[in-house]
């Protein structure tokens, strides 16, 4: 039995990936024009670039947390680390099927 606490903070990650897969599953595919040369829509397209921060930063935390539990050896276990890289991609992965295949 392992009497090692696991932090808050490697929860972190995995909520924040939840947050940025609800997020860019707000927007429709429908309502983001493509046009370089049109400036409607910004609101939508800056939308998703912050949804898009937000996921890349969830999963540059889980790796940084991942390295920090392989070098400290007093702390959690490289599992944990591993477990909260994996939720991070596998939450993402499936915000972006569930964005690129709903239709309306």
């Given amino acids: ?5 696991v932090s808050f903070v490697h929860y972190l990650p995995g909520i924040f990936a939840s947050i940025a897969a609800l997020m860019f599953n707000c927007v429709r595919k429908e309502d983001i024009d ?3 040369y049109e400036e409607g829509e910004w609101r939508l397209k800056l939308w998703l670039f912050l949804a898009y921060v937000v996921s890349f930063v969830s ?3 889980s790796v940084g947390l991942l390295i920090q539990d392989s070098i400290v050896k007093t702390g959690p ?9 994996l939720q ?8 972006l099927i569930c964005w690129t295949s709903h239709s309306e």
């Fill in 1 to 5: 039995m392992n009497s090692v606490k």
């Fill in 34 to 36: 493509y046009s370089p």
């Fill in 59 to 61: 999963l540059a935390a």
């Fill in 77 to 85: 276990s490289v599992w944990t680390g591993t477990a909260g890289v």
């Fill in 88 to 95: 991070c991609v596998f939450v993402l992965i499936s915000g």
